[in-house]
């Protein structure tokens, strides 16, 4: 389908919080129509974690827009940033990774967003390209284009600053690190976070220091996690990923509050304004249940990963389990040794070695708070004790089961 110049504006624009600016963004794209070559669209991810989670789909959504219009998405996976901490709006900086660890979490990254991308039309950059031989002159001849009152100008920076809490010149060098990769690509245009709309707009910054066009600068809404209030993160672990098991992916999709479902229809589905304001307005008038279209929108995501036969499977298990208090119909084994059979074990423990609790402390936090049942019956005191002399069904949350069998 042949879209018109202002058509393709109006379509990319949607969903955007901060674009700098439409007019660029509309002479860039004439341009390239006039060129017949693509638009060059950035898009930077530090692989902190394996998963590449709905957060990021949120973005990846926007690309995959730019793609279906004939452009290439410059896939950027940060393995020499990621062993860089980066606040990103929190108080303290993102632990550093080793070499190994972002090894590994890249090559999950490269296989998981050709989920949404186009592989055709994305090109996949690692910056330890362009990083690892930077010698130190290049680095203070980068730095030399960026002053530390305008590091400072960065809302989570300046907040630091003013409260006395250290900001290493390290996570200084982060914001130009970011700009410079933009150099590296000859990006035409960024896309992120609202949260990276400093490092975002500094790139234009260092393309003109290095005689490039400035990028076009946009940024989407950051998607809030599981818990409702702070942005899906992998650090905080408030995240769903896209590679998640489809029975864990629907789970965590139907623990999120009824009023936060209507921003993932919009940002992870990217659903037509219209079609999410009509189920918003049936629940208003009672013409649907909230549980009822919460179910529709974890079937969806989960298709969409996993296909429509395990995202039906996943809601019939749900409810199987959740609804109908029925317990899952695979629950993982652990075989008791043989020599504590008839020994009393603090359930805590029990909780730890079954893979049900991190801790012993997180263990007792949810026995107090009675979300642990042995069999059918309820625990709440943290000291409790139990024998498995039989096989024993534990419980801890709302998706945690072991099945604790004797050993023969």
């Not at 341009?31 to 957060?55: C, F, M, Q, T």
């Not at 709006?89 to 998981?112: C, D, F, H, I, M």
């Not at 402390?361 to 039989?390: F, H, K, N, W, Y």
Request: proline fraction near 6%; glycine fraction near 6%.
């Amino acid at each position: 389908m042949t879209h018109s110049l202002e058509e393709e504006v109006s379509l990319l624009r949607q969903r955007a919080v901060d674009l700098v600016s439409a007019d660029e963004l509309r002479e860039r794209l004439a341009s390239a129509r006039a060129e017949s070559r693509p638009l060059r669209v950035k898009y930077g991810a530090d692989p902190s974690a394996p998963d590449i989670h709905l957060g990021h789909v949120v973005g990846l959504n926007k690309l995959r827009e730019f793609q279906d219009l004939g452009h290439t998405v410059v896939f950027i996976i940060g393995d020499f940033t990621g062993r860089i901490g980066d606040p990103s709006g929190r108080s303290q900086t993102r632990k550093p990774l080793s070499e190994e660890e972002v090894r590994e979490n890249a090559a999950t990254y490269r296989r998981q967003v050709f989920q949404v991308l186009n592989p055709d039309r994305t090109e996949v950059r690692f910056n330890s390209e362009w990083f690892s031989p930077m010698r130190f002159a290049e680095v203070i001849r980068l730095a030399a284009h960026a002053t530390v009152s305008q590091m400072l100008a960065r809302d989570d920076f300046s907040r630091r600053y003013a409260d006395g809490q250290p900001i290493s010149l390290v996570e200084f060098l982060y914001p130009l690190i970011q700009a410079y990769d933009s150099v590296m690509v000859r990006a035409d245009v960024e896309i992120g976070g609202t949260d990276q709309l400093f490092n975002l707009l500094l790139g234009r910054e260092i393309q003109k220091a290095h005689g490039q066009p400035p990028q076009i600068v946009m940024t989407l809404p950051l998607l809030e996690g599981l818990d409702g209030v702070q942005k899906m993160s992998k650090s905080l672990g408030n995240y769903v990923g896209v590679a998640e098991p489809p029975d864990e992916m629907f789970g965590k999709i139907m623990s999120v509050n009824d009023d936060l479902m209507w921003r993932y229809y919009d940002l992870v589905l990217a659903c037509a304004p219209k079609e999410v304001e009509a189920m918003r307005s049936a629940v208003q008038m009672g013409e649907r249940h909230p549980r009822d279209i919460k179910d529709d929108l974890a079937r969806r995501i989960v298709a969409r990963f996993h296909g429509e036969t395990a995202a039906r499977a996943a809601s019939e298990e749900f409810a199987r389990v959740f609804s109908k208090r029925d317990l899952p119909s695979q629950i993982p084994e652990i075989i008791w040794p043989v020599a504590e059979i008839n020994t009393p074990v603090r359930l805590a423990e029990v909780l730890v070695r079954a893979g049900l609790a991190p801790s012993r402390s997180e263990a007792r936090r949810l026995i107090q708070q009675g979300a642990v049942r042995v069999d059918d019956r309820r625990v709440t005191d943290p000291m409790e004790t139990i024998c498995v002399t039989a096989p024993t069904v534990l419980r801890a949350g709302r998706r945690g089961f072991a099945r604790l069998v004797p050993a023969k």
